[in-house]
């Protein structure tokens, strides 16, 4: 906390006093999900624009919640002087401030959405508790960017309810209205609060000038109930990432993480905090868990990789510019790669679950039949479209490919090192070269590629600019399993099912009989995907069709999940009645030698490199 000050007294003193924006934001009625905000806006006269921010930083997309903006009033010395839209951007809100008035208070009224889908401007409330993110209660003058103009914000809660944070703040005990330290808009807009009825904090690191938090809000008591071995895998985290990375560049962390089934679900980075919102029982629910272990490790690594090292054109100070986002494969990717991994060191998933992991990754990105026309740079710089897509037609589409692709890409890179240095080096010492140094307190230092290249020259001496463009450029089949190899492992297919898939299955509410027939159905039947030139895709079976008998017996996922079984060792077809529209149609599907699911075999020589890899660092 004392160097937290330290650092926001730079940030404040940043910017002229005069340009300090007073703001007030009520989640009393956060349950009815609608939530308060007024501000206090230092003007001149003459004409104003107030803008609502558009693209925000970890969403990758023009996502600010605009839709859901109501109750816009603006008033000047207690009079309502209006507002008119700029037609031509829905986002920025003219205003014409009367002579002799240098401050205008400017009120909203936010909709929480009560659906479950998209990330941050989806639901974020629910009876019990609310995730506020600021940049959706704000409005600031158009002429600053986020550095330029500092916010002293208060929030005021229900009666009873605790919060979490990693913006620093005074309040009494059981206060309800809380009063925050001015910070820079781009500070605060990173700076996202948990609130709830139902709290529990524990601490991952507690000494006051290294802390890492684990701040926790449920709809109900008992789903805080954290296992002891998953808190002992978040301290062990924190002790791990200490050891990858060798400094901080945080104050102090937050994992703000939401348990409710009323929220949407996803992780979203910030500097010194997290917001990861996942469903009520991902701890109480065994076959939940091993779904969720995976997420925080992930957020966690964005502090480093993503919010200190960022992409150029990437930088998180101007809300109303469009980005270009084609080194998500770097930003997304090695953050997947090096969450994976430090999911095993830290204990959170064993070995063998992490392989799981990268075995369900590496067949899905196998399978993909985009590939033929997409290349996976293309999946990053079309990220704020396909954020936005269905989960149909994904295999043909390809959508945010960068994430598990980064995996396999940064793990053969890892390999690579390894194996030019004979086990002297390895990607580790990349990420302390790169993402090292700082002062230790937030701050970013911006890359492009050939920042990228040159720290892994750095490494290990290499033509890694040929070696990366070649693996983000190619269009044609198959996913680069260089790293699973090099690294002494084989992707294979077993007739079982992985703890990992029956986890993702369970959560996601799905059924996966991609490998053996190419679908992958929800448990009611409708089909979500298809897998090109899979079997099912050659009859002509599509996304949205309903699977409604298997071998004229009712579909539930056992009876097909027999069915296909039964064909082990047979070259029976099964039948599947469909649904399309309003018309039914019988089809046989040939079946791949019964069930087939991704899975991690060790190859019969050659070092075992990624058992090397994912092995703890720390005692
Ligand atoms: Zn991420």
Request: with cysteine; hydrophobic share 40%.
């Amino acid at each position: 906390m004392k160097r937290g000050l330290v650092a926001l007294v730079f940030l404040a003193s940043a910017v002229k006093a005069a340009d300090t924006v007073k703001l007030s934001v009520d989640l009393t009625s956060a349950p009815r999900h609608l939530i308060h905000a007024t501000m206090k806006i230092p003007v001149a006269a003459g004409p104003l624009v107030l803008r609502y921010p558009k693209w925000l930083p970890g969403e990758h997309g023009p996502t600010g919640p605009i839709k859901d903006l109501t109750g816009i009033f603006v008033k000047a010395n207690g009079k309502d002087i209006g507002w008119t839209r700029d037609p031509k951007d829905m986002f920025a809100f003219r205003v014409e401030v009367p002579p002799g008035t240098t401050e205008i208070e400017a009120s909203l009224d936010l909709l929480v959405p009560t659906e479950t889908e998209g990330f941050s401007s989806g639901a974020s409330a629910s009876s019990k508790l609310a995730l506020l993110s600021w940049n959706q209660v704000v409005l600031y003058p158009a002429d600053k960017k986020g550095n330029e103009i500092n916010y002293e914000a208060e929030l005021t809660v229900p009666a009873g309810w605790a919060i979490g944070t990693s913006l620093p703040y005074h309040a009494g005990q059981g206060a309800t209205t809380i009063r925050f330290d001015p910070v820079t808009l781009t500070t605060l807009i990173d700076s996202p609060v948990l609130a709830g009825e139902y709290m529990r904090t524990d601490f991952l690191d507690a000494r006051p000038d290294r802390r890492v938090v684990l701040d926790m809000a449920a709809d109900a008591p008992a789903s805080l109930a954290i296992p002891a071995d998953v808190l002992e895998g978040y301290r062990r985290l924190v002790k791990e990432a200490d050891a990858l990375f060798g400094v901080r560049h945080f104050d102090s962390y937050h994992f703000l993480l939401t348990l409710s089934d009323r929220v949407s679900h996803f992780g979203l980075e910030h500097h010194q905090s997290s917001d990861d919102r996942v469903r009520e029982r991902s701890f109480a629910d065994p076959d939940q868990k091993v779904f969720l272990l995976g997420l925080l490790p992930h957020e966690y690594v964005h502090s480093w990789n993503g919010k200190f090292r960022r992409p150029a054109d990437l930088m998180p100070d101007d809300f109303a510019a469009p980005i270009d986002s084609n080194l998500l494969w770097v930003y997304e990717g090695l953050t997947q790669y090096l969450g994976w991994v430090l999911s095993a060191r830290s204990g959170l998933r064993t070995i063998p679950q992490d392989l799981e992991d990268l075995a369900e990754a590496a067949a899905d990105l196998d399978a993909r039949g985009g590939r033929a026309w997409r290349s996976l740079e293309d999946t990053a710089t079309a990220a704020q479209l396909l954020y936005e897509t269905e989960d149909a037609w994904r295999g043909w589409r390809r959508d945010t490919d960068f994430y598990n692709e980064g995996t396999l890409i940064w793990l053969e890179a890892d390999v690579t090192i390894r194996k030019l240095t004979k086990g002297a080096r390895s990607l580790d010492d990349f990420c302390k070269r790169f993402h090292g140094g700082g002062s230790g307190h937030p701050e970013v230092k911006p890359y492009g590629f050939g920042d990228v290249v040159a720290d892994l020259n750095a490494v290990a001496a290499y033509d890694w600019a040929g070696f990366l463009k070649e693996r983000i450029n190619r269009r044609s089949a198959g996913a680069p399993l260089g790293g699973i190899e090099g690294g002494g492992w084989k992707l294979t297919y077993a007739d079982k099912r992985s703890e990992a898939l029956k986890s993702r299955e369970e959560v996601l509410d799905t059924v996966d009989v991609r490998y053996s027939i190419g679908l992958l159905l929800d448990k009611a039947g409708t089909i979500v995907d298809v897998i090109p030139d899979s079997n099912a895709w050659k009859q002509g079976v599509a996304p949205g069709m309903s699977l409604v008998a298997v071998n004229n017996r009712a579909y539930t996922k056992h009876v097909l999940r027999d069915a296909i079984a039964a064909t082990n060792g047979t070259t029976r077809p099964i039948k599947l009645l469909l649904k399309n529209d309003d018309y039914f149609r019988e089809i046989p599907v040939d079946v791949k030698g019964g069930e087939r699911y991704p899975a991690m075999t060790r190859a019969t020589s050659g070092e075992d490199l990624i058992g090397a890899i994912l092995a703890p660092k720390t005692k």
